[in-house]
Structure formats: C-alpha cells, structure tokens
C-alpha cells in the first residue's frame, strides 16, 4: 500500500518521494527517547508540493482513511514531535533558501528548511540577528523553531522565537493557502465573510475567543516562557485586530503547515561584557537574579551551571575546564552578559557590581571577547555529559519545565529531591534568568527498570513545576512526550478548550495527530526506543 501510495503522490508532486525501507528507518527517529516508522517521505521542492500532499491526505480522510503528515526539519526535536506514522515532509532538502532580506524593513523571508545558523551568518554581514536563537542553531532549521516556539540564551532579554514572527504563509488541512498577520478590525470583518475553510476558521476562533474568554484567561502562567497547548490569549487584541500567527508559533505542526516566514530581525553588536560570578548560597543566587533582571538595561545572557555538572565534567575529561575552572567547585556558576554597546554596558557592569558585591560573592569581569570564549567554554561544558555514555547509559532529555524567576530556589531544591528519591546523578544547567532549568538524568532506557522510572520521574517533575506555578513545556512545545500532562497542567475545561481549536484547524486528525494531545502514557511507553542515540545528526555534534 506505501508503494502505490508513493506512486500516486510522485505522479502529482515535483519534489521526490520515497517509501524505501532504509530511508524510513532514518526518519523513525528524532532528538526524543521515541520512535516511530512513517509510511513514506516527501521531499517537496515547493509550496505546491505541500498543499497538494496536504490535499490528498485531506480527501483520504473524508473517505475514512488516515493518513497523517507530519513536517520535520532536521529531527532535532526532543519531545517527539518530527516524527510519524504517515508521510513525512523533509523541508531541508530543497525549500531552504532566505527568499529576500530586507535592510530597510529589518525584516527576512526564508523557507522552514532554512538552516539557523547559515540565516544568523547572513544576517551578521548586514548588522542584524535572530536573538532567540537555540542551542542547536547549527544544526537546526527556521521551521522547526518557529513551530517549537524556541528560546535560547539571549531570550530572557529578548524573548522567545515568536516575538520575531511577523507573518507566515501555512498550508491548512485541506490543501488550502493562508497567509497570517496582524489584521485590522476592518480586515478581519472581511476574513471573517469568506466561504473558505481559512473563514470557517476565523469564524470558529473568534466565537471560541468570545464565548469562553474566561477559560483562555486561565492559560497564562506566572513565567516568561510557556509553550503547553496553543496561544489563544495573543490572538485578538483590544482593539479588534486579530492574527492566526500565535496559535502556529510553537503549534508543532498540529494545526497547520508553514511553507515561508517573515521574521523581524534586532541590530546586531557582537560586543559584550559578561560577569562570571560563583555562588554557594541558594538564597543570595534567588535574589541576585531578581534583581539582575529588575535591571533598566538588564542582562541579554542569565545562565546557569551547577557544580555537580563541573564536577562530573571534570571526571570524564579532566583537561576541558584545565587554566580556566580548577576544583574545588563553587555550587553554582553565574554567567551574566550584557550587549548594547559600549557605553551602556559600562552603565550595566557598574550596577551589576553593587549587586553581587551586596552577596559577598567572587566574580569576574571581562569585555576581551578572547577571554569570553574560555568563559563560555564552561557553560559549553555540558557537550561532555550529552555526548558521554557508559555501555547504554545515555544522558535523556526528559523534561523542559520553566518556573517564575521568584521560584527557582524552590525549582532547583525540588530538582535535587527527585533525582536523589531516584538514585541518580545531578547536573543541572540552563537559562535560570527565565527559570528554565535543565537536568538530563543518564539511563538506559533498553532496561525495564529504568523504563519504569522514567514516566515515574516526568509526572513527578512536571507536579514539581506545576506546584510551582510552572510550565511543562518551556523552551520548545510539548510534543508526543509531554502531551499526557497538558490536562493536568491547565484542567479539563481549558484543556478541552484546546482540543477545540486543534479540531477547527484539523477536523480529520491528518496533521501530526498525537502531538501536543490525545497521546496517553501507554501510547508512549509502546513507541519507546531500546537504545538511545542521536546518529541522525552526529555530522552536526557537539550537541547542546
């Protein structure tokens, strides 16, 4: 049935489409601890290709046959969600080129399979950037972080990917083209006439908006970052005008397919000064990071690393932190940088000072960028403990929880229970300025054992962060992995909420069905791998 599947779509599509057992064996798999075979995979060369892919899913559906689409880019994502049974669209195969950079505008158009890294290059030739940019921008395409909504260092000055869509073109479930943006009240009263499927949809949404306004309030959570269920509250605004672009950003492509984005882009000054500062105290760290942040021009870089990941580093490759980070380590290292130039840097460093000389705590300066690199080079010490492993122990991405930034002490104390109820190693890093920890717990996910102990371990982080106030799903969205506990972090009303909007999108369930909800822990534990590697992108390691 594949076969005459792929057949039918190659006659149709320009782009390839292959059902080949050895390429689908390579698409079963993504940055996640999942698995799962698709049917088939196309390489569109065009938005045509999607939409006409899109359509003959949408007319199987009609006629009681699911076969789902699911579009990837390059299989980063952690959660689940770029893998599926159906056909998967691979964007970075030919739709991966910046279509116009607009100097004036400050704006770029770029197709989803645009790798990051060589669009942030570009960018850097004309004095502008992507500042929400992730770890993996080296590896990683422009789709999948629109659509996982990401984040990176520099996004708790910044904020997350979303804040620098300004509009996309999507392919809807039947086929169908759409562009969104920001549209006026007058402009939104014509889509709201259309006979289209794109004016069913705004038809629905607004009635959704309007009728259970009360239940939407209700999705807004206590941190700066938060990507569980669908942005609803960024939709309509005060003043009539409405945009679709908020439910796609960080949809995971559940609700549609983006086949070209205009991102706004900010001045680019590769100079900066960072502070390294070393804590013992939980308390003095919890303050200093409130205050750093309550900042006038506060810092564009809040990250942490813990000393037992120092510690486990400095065991597996002893000359990684030689001439820059020598034992005893402090409990916690601060990384605090500030950009904007030279002059209000000065002003920055200066007030930064007052606040870590108030905690008696040892730091260092430097604005040398040369020095900076060897700085760095501790927080990108976690490459050792990501790529390590002992015999089939794997360090796991679990978890992507996100607390207020009042709360991480608690977060980090919370952190340190449950890996010890669970005999496990700690080693905690992330953007701590946004209460984004991270902590990747090293199994085996092959013996029953810990099998078990991972779901035990996800309910209980995720009832940790959410008895914070929290997020489970933080710097991406919640994919196949997280989507069980999107109830139980906003209750049945708001979660059936969200069903609804993921039903006005796709009615027949075509676009990657079981991501983000309608996947049950029983469903995960049946497409759990036996051993966990990441050889779809050791070109592309260190990983991060």
């Known amino acids: 049935m594949n076969n ?29 601890i999942l698995h799962v075979t698709p049917s088939l995979l196309v390489y569109p060369r065009s938005e045509n290709d999607v939409r006409k892919t899109a359509r003959f899913s949408w007319q199987l559906a009609e006629r009681g046959r699911i076969i789902p689409i699911t579009a990837r880019g390059m299989g980063t994502d952690g959660t689940g969600a770029a893998i599926g049974s159906g056909i998967v669209l691979s964007f970075p195969a030919h739709m991966n080129r910046i279509l116009e950079l607009d100097t004036k505008a400050h704006s770029v158009i770029v197709e989803p399979g645009t790798n990051f890294g060589k669009l942030q290059q570009a960018l850097h030739t004309h004095g502008r950037y992507l500042p929400s940019f992730p770890p993996s921008l080296d590896y990683s395409t422009i789709g999948g972080a629109i659509a996982n909504n990401v984040s990176g260092m520099k996004s708790v000055k910044y904020g997350p990917m979303k804040a620098y869509v300004k509009s996309l073109r999507v392919v809807l479930a039947n086929g169908e083209v759409i562009e969104t943006q920001r549209l006026s009240k007058r402009d939104f009263s014509k889509k709201l006439g259309l006979s289209t499927f794109e004016g069913e949809i705004y038809r629905s949404i607004d009635t959704l908006i309007e009728e259970r306004f009360d239940l939407i309030e209700k999705l807004e959570r206590g941190t700066t970052l938060n990507n569980a269920g669908y942005d609803m509250l960024s939709v309509k605004q005060k003043d009539g005008s409405f945009d679709l672009t908020p439910l796609f950003t960080g949809s995971q492509g559940t609700l549609g397919i983006i086949t070209e984005a205009v991102l706004e882009t900010v001045d680019y000054d590769p100079k900066t000064s960072l502070i390294l500062a070393q804590f013992d105290s939980l308390e003095y760290l919890q303050q200093a990071i409130l205050e750093l942040r309550g900042m006038e021009n506060m810092p564009s870089a809040l990250e942490l690393v813990d000393q037992f990941a120092l510690t486990q580093i400095q065991e597996l490759n002893p000359n990684h932190l030689k001439d820059i980070l020598k034992p005893p380590f402090p409990s ?39 020095e900076q690199i060897q700085c760095w080079k501790i927080r990108d010490a976690i490459n050792v403990l990501l790529a390590h492993n002992d015999g089939l122990l794997k360090s796991l991405p679990l978890f992507d929880g996100a607390v207020p930034p009042d709360r991480v002490r608690e977060f980090l104390e919370g952190i340190y229970r449950l890996m010890s109820a669970h005999h496990l190693k700690p080693a905690v890093w992330g953007q701590v300025g946004d209460g984004n920890l991270n902590v990747m717990p090293r199994m085996n996910i092959g013996q029953v054992g810990d099998k078990q102990k991972i779901f035990r371990m996800m309910e209980e982080f995720d009832r940790l962060v959410l008895g914070l106030s929290g997020t489970i799903s933080a710097t991406s969205a919640e994919g196949r992995l997280h989507a069980p506990y999107l109830e139980m972090m906003y209750g049945p009303e708001a979660y059936s909420l969200l069903q609804k909007v993921k039903t006005i999108f796709d009615p027949y369930g075509t676009l990657n069905p079981g991501v983000k909800m309608g996947t049950t822990i029983d469903t995960i534990k049946s497409m759990m791998r036996s051993e966990y590697d990441l050889s779809h992108i050791h070109d592309y390691l260190p990983r991060n």
């Open 4 to 32: 005459k599947v792929a057949h039918y779509l190659q006659e149709h599509l320009v782009g390839e489409v292959v059902a080949g057992t050895d390429a689908r064996h390579h698409f079963e798999t993504d940055g996640s």
């Open 332 to 370: 916690f290292m601060l990384f605090i940088e500030f950009d904007g130039g030279e002059k209000p840097s000065k002003k920055a460093l200066k007030k930064a000072r007052k606040i870590l000389d108030k905690f008696t705590v040892r730091y260092d300066v430097t604005t040398e960028p040369d």
